[in-house]
């Protein structure tokens, strides 16, 4: 069943006109945060993303891993995925956790 969702969701992706091909964009108070770019016909989600000056990175420059949610055909949210390693020494810092970035869909 698996292999099958697999094929049905790269072939929904690479379909033209899909709703996540296009250019997303996450701003905050007129700044531009986060800005990713889905191709068009691509089999899996690919493209490139642009990340603003203030994300932090690992101790060797790796951004995080982000998990993209389509909310409706035009809105969506990008969250960073944390390990459990890093929640715990966010709430040992009494840092909150960071919230997702919303993003919408370029007309």
Do not use: C
Request: glycine share 10%.
């Amino acid at each position: 069943m698996r292999p099958f969702a697999i094929a049905f969701v790269g072939l929904v992706l690479g379909q033209p006109g899909n709703v996540l091909n296009g250019n997303w964009t996450a701003n905050f108070q007129g700044t531009t945060y986060v800005r990713l770019a889905f191709a068009e016909g691509a089999t899996v989600p690919q493209g490139t993303m642009s990340i603003g000056q203030r994300i932090h990175v690992d101790d060797e420059g790796n951004v995080d891993r982000f998990e993209f949610r389509l909310i409706v055909a035009n809105h969506a949210e990008l969250a960073p995925i944390l390990s459990g390693e890093e929640r715990r020494q966010l709430a040992a810092e009494q840092i909150p956790l960071p919230k997702p970035f919303r993003l919408t869909k370029a007309p």
